[in-house]
Antibody, heavy 121, light 107 residues
Framework: EVQLLESGGGLLQPGGSLRLSCAASGFTFSNYAMSWVRQAPGKGLEWVSSISGSGGNTSYADSVKGRFTISRDNSKNTLYLQKSSLRVEDTAVYYC??????????????WGKGTTVTVSS | DIQMTQSPSSLSASVGDRVTITCRASQGISNYLAWYQQKPGKVPMLLIYAASTLQSGVPSRFSGSGSGTDFTLTISSLQPEDVATYYCQKYNTVPLTFGGGTKVEIK
């Protein structure tokens, strides 16, 4: 069974840093691009970032470019999102999602349960 | 960047009604469009990809159509378990933009 399990969320102050992790199982991790999608409280889905299966190609939403870094460790079947210079508007549930191909520009067929990040002073 | 606009933002319909949700892209995206369903308090789930291909396991009352800039998601006979928010997403290229969502409720 394909599973994605996010961790690392919490309560932080503005300007802080945090690293989210997503442990994958049930599929050949390196064959698929992975994405982070977030959902602010009561709001819709917002794509944050994607990384190709090899890790060689990354993309970011303008709202997080320069502040967030996506990476992956294919030997550990784990996806990461390093977040810095956090803002109140980064408060959201962060979902890890598996893309259906190795390239980043595809849809997502499996989603994790999400981890909550709250940025507040 | 291409913007994705959904309409309506919410709707209320009776069980058994035919429901149609529209998604419009600000530029042509061929058929690189997916639809997701998010039930209250749950994780998003893929319903349709390539504008009209049903994901495995999705009930046949769901269907998608469109190409270019205009797309529709149709529920042929609304069921109580279909109460959810529905999102379209473009994936022809990054950014992988989502529409604002359409909340579907039972009247």
């Amino acid at each position: 069974e394909v599973q994605l399990l996010e961790s690392g969320g919490g309560l932080l102050q503005p300007g802080g840093s945090l690293r989210l992790s997503c442990a994958a199982s049930g599929f050949t991790f390196s064959n698929y691009a992975m994405s982070w999608v977030r959902q602010a409280p009561g709001k819709g889905l917002e794509w944050v970032s994607s990384i190709s299966g090899s890790g060689g190609n990354t993309s970011y939403a303008d709202s997080v470019k320069g502040r967030f870094t996506i990476s992956r460790d294919n030997s550990k079947n784990t996806l990461y999102l390093q977040k810095s210079s956090l803002r109140v508007e980064d408060t959201a549930v962060y979902y890890c999602a598996k893309t259906v191909a190795a390239q980043v520009d595809y849809y997502m067929d499996v989603w994790g349960k999400g981890t909550t990040v709250t940025v507040s002073s | 960047d291409i913007q994705m606009t959904q309409s309506p933002s919410s709707l209320s319909a009776s069980v058994g009604d035919r429901v149609t949700i529209t998604c419009r892209a600000s530029q042509g995206i061929s058929n690189y469009l997916a639809w997701y369903q998010q039930k209250p308090g749950k994780v998003p789930m893929l319903l349709i990809y390539a504008a009209s291909t049903l994901q495995s396991g999705v009930p046949s009352r769901f269907s998608g159509s469109g190409s270019g800039t205009d797309f529709t998601l149709t529920i042929s006979s609304l069921q109580p378990e279909d109460v959810a928010t529905y999102y379209c997403q473009k994936y022809n290229t990054v950014p992988l933009t989502f529409g604002g969502g359409t909340k579907v409720e039972i009247k």
